[in-house]
Every structure is written in C-alpha cells, then in structure tokens.
C-alpha cells in the first residue's frame, strides 16, 4: 500500500459532489428558495426608497398605505422562502454527511491488517465523528450562506449601480485591499487547521488507548504519567486551535474596517452628490440601507470561509481514508474458492510485514493433509501467528506461496477463502450483545438449536445457561462480564457453529483452572475433529495429540513430524519437550 499524498482541492470537490448527487432534485428547490428569499432581502430597501419617494416627500399618504402593505409582503414571503430553505439545505446536508459516514466506514472495514496497524484507532474513529463534525456547518449552511450571500451581493450591487454608479464605483475601490487579505488568511488559516485535524486525531487516540487500558493504567499507578501525556496531547490540540482563531481575529475586524470606510466614503461623497442635487435623500438613504445589504454578505461570506477553510481540511483527512487501497484486494480474476477438501501446502514462504522491516519468514514449507490437526510450536517471536495469518490470507508472502487444495490463496476471493476458515484468536474477541448473538457470529441466520447444539459440543451450555439472562445475557464489550476461560468457550462455540473446512487456533497460554482446562481440551477434541486444523500450541496435550509437529525458530522450520518421532530425532523438539515436561512436573 502507498501512502497517499495531500489529496487536491479538486479531488475534495469530487468527493463532495458524489455524495450529493442522489439529492440533486431538493437541492434545486432549496436553491429556488434561496433565489426568492434573497430576492426578497434586496426588494426590502427598493419598496423602502418607494414609500419615501413616492409616498412621503409628494406627501400622498394613500401610496404610503400601498407601499407599506408591499413591503409587508415582501417580507412575509422572504420568512416563508427562508424557512422553507433553511429546511430543504439541513435535509440534504444531515444526510450528506451521514452518507458519507457510512461510506467511510465501509471502506475502513475492508482495508488490511497492515493499516489498522499503522494507524492508530483514535485516529480512524476521529476521521469517522471529528472530521465529518467539522464538515457539518459547511454542507448544511453552506449551499445557503453561499448562494444567498452571493446573490445578494451581486444583487445590491447592481441596484447600487442603478441607483448611482458614481457612488457604486466609489464603494467598490475597497475590494482590491480585501482580495488581498483573504487570500493570506487562507494560506496561513488552511495550513494551521489541517494541524487542528492531525492533533485531533491525536487526542482521541491518546483517550482510547487510554481508557481501553485502563485496567493496566491503574494497576501500574500510572494515572498521573498518562494525566500529564494527556495534558501535553490537549495542550497541541489548544495550540493548533488557537492559531486559527488567531488569523480569524484579524481578519474579520479588518473585513469590518473595510465595510466602515466604504460607508464613510458614500457618506462623504453621496453628501456631496446631495449637496449639488444631482442625488436624491430617498436614494442616499437606499444607498446606505443597501450599502450594509452589500457588506452583511461580504462578512458572512467570510465567515463561511474560515468555515470552509477547517471542513476542507477534514474533507482532506477522509479523502486521505478513501485513497487508501485494501493492500489486500482480491485480483481481478479472483475467482470463488470452491468447496475445500483441506489440504494445506506452504512452498517456501518468504515473508516481510513491510518493504522497510526485516524478513520474518525464510522460507517455510511444510504440508498438512485433509483433517489432520498440525500444530505450530517454537520459541516467542519464532513466527508462529505470522503463519497462519498468512494461511488466513490477512497478508501475502513477499516470495513463495500459501496453496489450499493446490490453489494460491493469492488466487481466489477472501471472502470465499475466509468463509471456509474459522479463526480463534489468542484472545478471543466478543462482541457487546447477547452470548447467543456472539456464537451466531460468523452464522448469524443459526437457529436456537443450533446455537445450543454448538455450545453443548463445546461444554458451554451449563455456564452459560447459569448466567442471569442465560443465551439472551447481555455480554459487554469485548465480553468484559466473562471470565477468561468462558470467553475462551464462547469463542470455540462460535466457530464449531461457524463449521470451518480449515480451523486456525491461537492456543491461549494463559493458565485456567484444571476442571476448565479439562474442559477446554474436551472441546478442542470436538472443534477439531473432521477439519484441517492449524493450532499454535502451548499446552502438551494438544501438541502431543497432533497429527504433524511443525517446529519453527527465527523463521524457519527446523524439524517437523509426529510427536513420536521428534522424541526420537532428539532435536530441538526433544528439548523443548524436556522444558515442558519439567515445567508442568
Ligand atoms: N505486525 C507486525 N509488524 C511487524 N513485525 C511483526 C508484526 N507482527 C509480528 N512481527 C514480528 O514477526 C516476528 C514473528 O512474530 P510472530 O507473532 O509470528 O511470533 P510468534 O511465533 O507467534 O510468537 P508468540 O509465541 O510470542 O506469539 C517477530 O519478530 C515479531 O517481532
Ligand atoms: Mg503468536
């Protein structure tokens, strides 16, 4: 997988856009409704200059009465417009913004391993509640603040040059100093929130690494030490948040200052023009009625600009997401792995976890026919678990090849491959929901029975049947309410239900009492049986029980066979053996 760059503005826009698509018809009723309210707010000081001009100075009180209910209805029907616009642009950016959501989590659910172990969970879940957070006011006021505010802008200041264009021109003579203002805001202001993303993320990382260790936190005293790496993680999130509102503060004064001189100016000037009546005091009065007509939009458009500026910066964060591929995609012939018989060959299996890491793996071979369980033992570190999560396919080897049935896993589709596959990690992971709904993991459509059927095998049942709920008891987070050993069976039911062809297990080494071991081996009898099984084995009696011993060290596999005649080699397996058996005696 390569890292992708900052993606362009033009890449943000696409995104933006095919997410909007699907709402494009409310989107052109809320902009006709964003047209007549504007309209609305420009007529307001055109019928205000009529009720003067025509109404008041020629001293017609009748017209004042007509001019006055006009303007009454300009402005009912400017309220009605807005709120139906108000209304229209939510809808669409709530849903925007929700589909998006989803889109990024679909597509973080399908990247590999490899990601998730590069990034920090903090920062994906940041990317999925922060950063779409931030976008919210631009998709859902955006459009309208955009449009509006234009419209209006364009609108005043053509009335403005109707009106008078000498006084028109005079006002605009501000613009070339604000063009330049906005544009160093935005370099300085881009650049300092796409910091406010980064440390963001770092922040909730930091928390939830934090509270999901919580135990060990606290059992090492180590409270203050994370209270004060917390305090120096918020306190560069304060930082970079401080300098945006920094370039805020002065840009907007000076956006004001701007609009104060423009109206100093029409006031010096368009008194003038008065003086020597070549401008009526209606339409000085119009003029600088619209006048703040033509800052108020400049204001607020600058304002949605610093808007903007912060939800492109996490626009840019989740297209970054978007433009990470699943290193792991299937290849474009992939076909369906058919029905598996089970036999399993490594052909000299090179592996790297990355181009910058050293090889792990150099070059294992060893085989496993139909329904044998092969057991995988060897030192911490020995490479163990980088076996078979390539068997799993959750990597690919740097050279050599992983064959099931004599196919390259590289050649079929995970999901046909991982369908056949039952996997029970070292510890095994739960699910918040029931215990019943945690068997039914990998088949969720099981019946009740089947679910009964599955745990009886194991020797579940009776555990789970005492807990206060039974199969419907509400299981925590990661099965915080089970003991290790329970999780341990919960996790062999679900993946007896599951019926794998090839059966991968992560042997816990972790000690339980002798009745559950007793227990666990009973069900590992049963989970194995009839499957091709890869164990990662700590406990004697599984290793002694498998059909093929595949001893690995640095990478490498140094012996393999029965556990009988491994005794006999009197090589590394026999010593190994030794420190076991004298272990346990
Ligand atoms: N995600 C990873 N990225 C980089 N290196 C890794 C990764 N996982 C494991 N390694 C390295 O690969 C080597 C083999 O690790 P592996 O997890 O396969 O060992 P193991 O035999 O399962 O050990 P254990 O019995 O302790 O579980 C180790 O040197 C380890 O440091
Ligand atoms: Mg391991």
Redesign the pocket.
């Known amino acids: 997988m390569t890292a992708p760059g900052r993606p362009g503005r033009f890449r943000r826009g696409r995104t933006l856009a095919r997410f909007a698509r699907p709402y494009t018809r409310r989107g052109i009723v809320a902009g006709f409704t964003m047209i007549v309210a504007t309209g609305a707010s420009v007529a307001g000081p055109v019928v205000a200059k009529q009720v003067i001009d025509s109404g008041i100075r020629p001293g017609d009180y009748s017209r004042v009465v007509e001019w006055v209910a006009v303007f009454l209805a300009v402005v009912v029907v400017g309220w009605m417009a807005t709120a139906a616009q108000s209304y229209l642009t939510s809808w669409v950016g709530e849903r925007v913004l929700a589909d998006i959501r989803v889109a990024v989590f679909a597509h973080v659910q399908r990247l590999d391993l490899g990601f998730f172990?590069r990034t920090p969970a903090g920062v994906v879940i940041s990317r999925l509640t922060n950063d779409i957070e931030a976008m919210n006011s631009m998709v859902t006021d955006g459009p309208t603040t955009l449009l509006q505010n234009t419209l209006t802008l364009v609108g005043s200041a053509v009335v403005l040059l109707v009106l008078d264009w000498r006084l028109a021109l005079a006002t605009l003579t501000v613009f070339p100093a604000m063009a330049i203002g906005t544009a160093i805001f935005r370099r300085y202001s881009g650049r300092a929130y796409r910091r406010t993303r980064e440390r963001m993320g770092d922040v909730t990382a930091s928390l939830q690494e934090d509270i999901s260790g919580v135990r060990v936190v606290q059992a090492f005293r180590r409270e203050d030490a994370n209270y004060r790496q917390f305090l120096g993680v918020n306190d560069r999130y304060r930082a970079a948040n401080v300098q945006t509102v920094n370039a805020a503060a002065i840009y907007f004064p000076f956006v004001s200052l701007l609009s104060a001189v423009a109206t100093a100016v029409v006031l010096g000037y368009g008194g003038l023009l008065v003086f020597h009546g070549q401008l009526s005091p209606g339409s000085l009065f119009a003029f600088i009625g619209l006048l703040s007509n033509f800052f108020d939009p400049v204001q607020q458009l600058s304002q949605f600009y610093q808007t903007m500026l912060s939800a492109m910066a996490a626009l840019e964060k989740i297209v970054e997401v978007f433009d990470t591929e699943p290193a792991m995609a299937d290849a474009p012939g992939a076909r369906p792995l058919p029905q598996i018989a089970g036999k399993v060959e490594f052909a000299d299996v090179h592996f790297a976890?990355?181009q910058s890491?050293a090889e792990?793996l150099h070059g294992v071979s060893f085989r496993a026919e139909p329904g044998q369980t092969v057991a995988l033992v060897?030192?911490?570190?020995?490479?163990?678990?980088?076996?078979v999560k390539l068997l799993a396919r959750f990597y690919d080897p740097t050279a050599g090849r992983v064959l099931i049935d004599g196919t390259d896993v590289r050649d079929v589709s995970a999901h046909s491959l991982r369908s056949q596959l039952g996997i029970v990690p070292?510890e095994s992971f739960l699910f918040s929901g029931s215990v019943r709904a945690n068997i039914a993991f990998g088949r969720p459509e099981a019946s009740d029975e089947e679910v009964i059927a599955a745990a009886e095998a194991v020797g579940a049942d009776a555990f789970i049947r005492a807990l206060p709920d039974g199969y419907d008891t509400e299981i925590q987070e990661r099965g915080a309410r089970l003991s290790i050993g329970q999780r341990q069976l919960v996790a062999f039911a679900r993946a007896l239900l599951a019926d794998p062809r090839i059966l991968i297990l992560d042997e816990a080494t972790s000690s339980v009492d002798i009745p559950t071991e007793a227990r666990i081996e009973e069900a590992l009898e049963t989970l194995l049986h009839g499957r091709t099984a890869f164990v990662?084995a700590h406990r004697l009696s599984t290793i002694r029980r498998a059909d093929v011993i595949v001893v690995?060290e640095h990478?490498r596999v140094i012996e393999a066979g029965t556990h009988r005649q491994l005794i006999e080699r009197r090589g590394r397996y026999f010593a190994l053996y030794d420190d076991w058996v004298e272990a346990v005696a």
């Open positions: 172990e976890y990355s890491s792990v060897g030192h911490t570190g020995a490479g163990k678990s980088t076996v070292q990662v690995l990478g």
